[in-house]
């Protein structure tokens, strides 16, 4: 299969994955599926950077959900109904942080039981309210980090818990504020500083969730260099929760559609936040990050320092930015793999965008990828 971006998809490609729709569990389009010029439409306007569609040039790329689809939906209805009956009540029922809890275990429970931990680029994305969606994806990047870092099981729970409500302080900012599609002002930023500690304060009334999950969700905001919220904590006085929230905050949220601007790919937000180790980011914490996240997803086209388009076929989980691709000939019509983290050879070959939009010259590597006509 092969990653094509939503602006590249068209009529006639084959969809290899299975693309979820709606909260309830319907699946608007199945695996198999010919996309049609409607469905197009339709995926254009959803919270995801592309989809997988099948491809005969990379028939052998298999790609390796962290968490199932099950589980994904049950905790997706399960903050929605949290951050609901918080929002209405103001305080929270026994009934509902049970229920979060119970699938906040579910989540650590199936990454765990996973081989391999390596976050794809849509495996996190849906076209949920982008709160919901958020809070999930927040927990499951968190959950990989600290699988990275060696938590036990019990440490990685309060984690996902963390994850899953580090921004449930935001039920009380007006709507207006919340979805503003510009800039906000001094003063509504102020209004939404307030969240991290408006949930830890309300959760805390509630006394249901543990001291470590609470820290970290009154603390996602803080900064290394002690310029972030609320309480301009530096370094290590920022706790660990807070300073893994943080990474996961920021990689979702830049990955992700907003209403004002569309998401940057997972390569462009790494670079991003690597040159703000030890600004915004720990360093620990970021190390362990960029080990369960690929950089360059398998079954993406990128360009080489070469000028040549490749297709990525696996990760280095030991560097993600220097995966295994495969480079085509003049002609198109063979291939050879190289790993470009552990073939020397190729050390000073790399990666220097996105391959779409770029002009494919070889014919036959265009006829070879079946259902797509063009990239350009
Ligand atoms: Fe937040």
Redesign the pocket.
Known sequence: MIFVPVDFLEEGMILAQDINFDIGGMSLLTKGQVLKQNYIDKLQTMNITGVYVESKIAADIEINQVLSEKIKKDILISVKNIFSEFSRTNKLTVGAVGLIKNVSEKLVFDMLSREKILINLIELKGHDDYTYQHSLSVAVLSVAIGIKLGFNEENLNNLALSGLL??IG?VSIPKEILNKPSRLTTEEFEIVKK??EDGFLKLKNSNMCSIVTLMGIES??EKINGKGYPKKLKGEQIPLFGRILAVA?VYDALTSDRPYRKGSFPSEVIEYMMGNTDIHFDQEVLTAFLKSVAAYPAGMLVSLSDGRVALVIKNNEENTMRPVVRVFNEDGSQYSDIDLFHDKRYHNLTITGMGYGKEITSSTMMNNVCEINDFT
Do not use: G, L, N, Q
Request: hydrophobic residues 0%.
């Open positions: 580090h921004d935001k969240h991290p996602h905001h905050d």
